[in-house]
Every structure is written in C-alpha cells, then in structure tokens.
C-alpha cells in the first residue's frame, strides 16, 4: 500500500485517526522515562491487561524495558484497513513490539475482547506454551461497556451522581466554551452496570484463572489502577457510579490479596493515580476543566507528571522487586500524592471560582490539555514531520503470528 498524509480528524472528545510516526515517537519517549535510573533486570514476565494506551501502555514499557520482563500484551485495537488508519493503540503496540526486538526483549500481544472467556484463554495458552510464571500482572481496561461471559449479558456504564443531580462547570470540548452541566442521579440498574463493567469482577475472573492455570509465580505481585480525586469532581466520580465500582475493585484487590499471600507469598494492589488525559478522562464532564486547572498548577510547581513518569515512580518506589509498596489506611498505593497535596489543590479551587470562556486559555492549561489529547494519537509531537507520507499499514508480528 502507497504511504499517505495523515492529519488528525478530532471530533469533540473522538479522535477517528491515528498518525504511527507520532505513536512511535510516544513511545520512544516513554522508553527513555522507563530506562532512567532503572536496573534493566528483576522482572522475568508481566502481562499488562489494557496494555495499549495510557496507563496501560506505560507499564508494559516500564516491565519490559525498566526491568527487563517478557511482556505479554491484552488490548482490543484496530488493525489498519486499506486507507484507514490503525488505531493509536495498535501503533503504539506494534512500536513497542519493533523496540523490543532490537532490545532483545520479548512481547507477544493478545488483541480481542478482555472480558471476555476466549481472550482469557488464548492468553493463557499463550504464556503456558511459553513456559511463563509471572511476577507482575497490572489490570488497566478502560471500557464503556462489558458482557459478561457467564450470563451474555452486556452492561453499559454510566457517568452519574448517585442521589441527587449534579450542577457544575465543564469545558465543551467541540467548540473550547466553559459551560455549565447537569446530571440527572442514577438509577439503581445503572449503578449496577456500571459495577459490572469497571468494578473488580473481570478482574478477579483474570487473576484467579491465571493462578488456576499455574502461571504465578510465588511472589506475584497484581495491580489494578484506580482514581479518587478531589472534592470538586466527587460528585460525578468518587461519590457518583464510577466511584461505587471502584470501591468494588478495591474490595476485590484486597480478597484477591489475602488469597495469593496466603498460596503463593504473593499480593495485590490498587494503585492510585493521578488525573491525566486519556479518552477516557476527556470524556467525563466536569473533568476536562479541572485537569486543565490541574496541569496550570501543577506545571507552575515544578511536580507535574505525565503517565510514563507515573508509573516508572510506582515501579521504582512500590512494585520494583525488592521494594515494599507503602499503602494508605485502606491498603491503596497513592501515587497520586503530588497531585492531592494541599497547597495544589486550594490553587486550583481558587482557580476554578474565576475562570470563564473568556479567560480559559490565561487562567487555566486547557491548552496543554488539548496538545496532550492529540499526542494520544501520534499528533503535534515534536521532531515529527508530518508534511511527509507515511506508511500507515503496519502489522503486529504476534498477532499475525496467531491468526
């Protein structure tokens, strides 16, 4: 197929393209956060499920390339299609794959629907045949919908308060106005779905048929990302649907825990991270305006970090072998302490009373937001030329290797 242009085709919070230069530079650049300052050795294998963007995407580089694992890769991209565009998490996966060969690493990549009992399987062929123990397993989906294996049933999620409406402010990210929402409360069935799909019960079906099938190793150690957040958005995440599931996965990571210590030494853990863009952040009301308040503050103090420098923190400070992680009261990690600090976010409550559309752009980063939403998809990265063609039709070695 003749190489083409890509631009990027962004409506509101969907971007519909995705530019494999730019995905490759991203991860090129998570490669040298994940490398500095770490050993290259400790790890011998990892799966990363909903390993292809964002938080997930960034553990596969730091368990490969910071600590030297056999990395086993579960996502559900979009392969290229004539003159369409692969999504950004295949190009992000296939860069990985071609780094990783020239590093003399492995990754194999199981591309399908992680809920579901037929990618559980495959992927535990795939790391039986290999002979695989592992002693890492990070659990990062971040899916709108879910059906459940067992019943065929399938759940949507649902970004709402509980109780009561929610009135606030948000950023319209179709035409960059700040503008006021309202959310009407859940009912008990969208509460329920929303458990279904981002709680802690897909988890637990990974984990336990995983040490069913003998591919942990003794000292295992499992992490689900989670995020609480400050009281500004509470009532559209921590205290609203999303939160209630949460509160699920973090009940569940702590019985998965009693049960892998008490069979293999092992554990498990939430990690809680900071508010960063990702699709799905950018889709969450109220959240946009406030990450942009965020990067300001942040940014201005000197304490920002992007996912790649997140989760080489977590691995450095918590997951590393060796390393004892430091949880709160309820048994979490909280790497989203620089965030949460006191003085950060009384800046960006103060901030939030004064900014309008007409000062958005002074008062807040919302710029920096809109360049990080871009870059998530291979666009306005630096030292790409995006003037030339490029080949947009770019394989997965592992997940041709299994067709």
Request: net charge neutral; proline share 5%; aromatic share 6%.
């Amino acid at each position: 197929m003749p190489k083409q242009l890509v631009a990027p085709r962004i409506r509101s919070f969907i971007c519909l393209n995705a530019h494999p230069g730019g995905c490759a530079a991203n991860v090129d650049a998570e490669i040298a956060v994940a490398t500095t300052g770490a050993p290259g050795t400790g790890l011998r294998d990892a799966l990363v499920v909903g390993a292809s963007t964002g938080y997930g995407l960034s553990s596969l580089v730091s368990a490969i390339f910071g600590y030297g694992a056999r990395g086993t890769a579960v996502c559900l991209e979009r392969p290229p299609q004539g003159e369409k565009t692969a999504s950004a998490g295949w190009y992000n996966l296939a860069a990985v794959e071609r780094r990783a060969r020239e590093h003399g690493r492995e990754l194999s990549v199981v591309n399908g629907d992680a809920f579901s009992d037929e990618i559980k399987r495959d992927t535990l062929a795939r790391l039986a045949r290999a002979g695989t123990k592992l002693d890492c397993v990070v659990y990062s989906l971040a899916s709108p919908k879910r059906t459940d294996p067992q019943t065929g049933v399938s759940y949507s999620s649902a970004l709402k308060p509980i109780g009561a409406p929610f009135r606030s402010r948000s950023i319209n990210l179709g035409n960059d106005q700040v503008t006021p929402v309202e959310i009407g409360p859940a009912s008990d069935a969208e509460i329920e779905a929303t458990r279904k799909v981002m709680g802690g019960e897909d988890f637990a079906a990974w984990i336990r048929a995983l040490e069913e099938a003998e591919l942990l190793a003794e000292g295992c150690r499992v992490v689900a990302y989670s995020y609480i957040g400050p009281a500004l958005t509470f009532p559209i995440y921590r205290s609203g649907t999303i939160g209630k599931a949460k509160e699920d996965l973090e009940a569940t990571a702590r019985t998965l825990s009693t049960a892998l210590a008490s069979r293999l030494r092992g554990a498990a853990y939430v990690s809680v991270n900071k508010a960063l863009v990702t699709q799905a952040s950018a889709a969450i009301p109220v959240v946009p305006l406030y990450i942009s308040l965020l990067y300001k503050v942040m940014k201005e103090a000197g304490t920002h970090e992007g996912t790649a420098q997140q989760i080489a923190r977590l691995f450095r400070d918590h997951l590393a072998p060796g390393r004892s992680p430091a949880t709160d009261e309820a048994g979490r990690i909280r790497i989203d302490d620089l965030e949460m600090e006191a003085g950060v976010q009384a800046r960006v409550a103060a901030l939030w009373e004064t900014v309008t559309t007409e000062n958005l752009f002074e008062v807040t980063d919302y710029a920096g937001f809109k360049t990080d939403f871009r870059r998530l998809f291979g666009f306005e990265i630096p030292g790409v030329d995006y003037a030339t063609p490029v080949e947009t039709d770019l394989p997965i070695a592992s997940v041709a290797a299994a067709l």
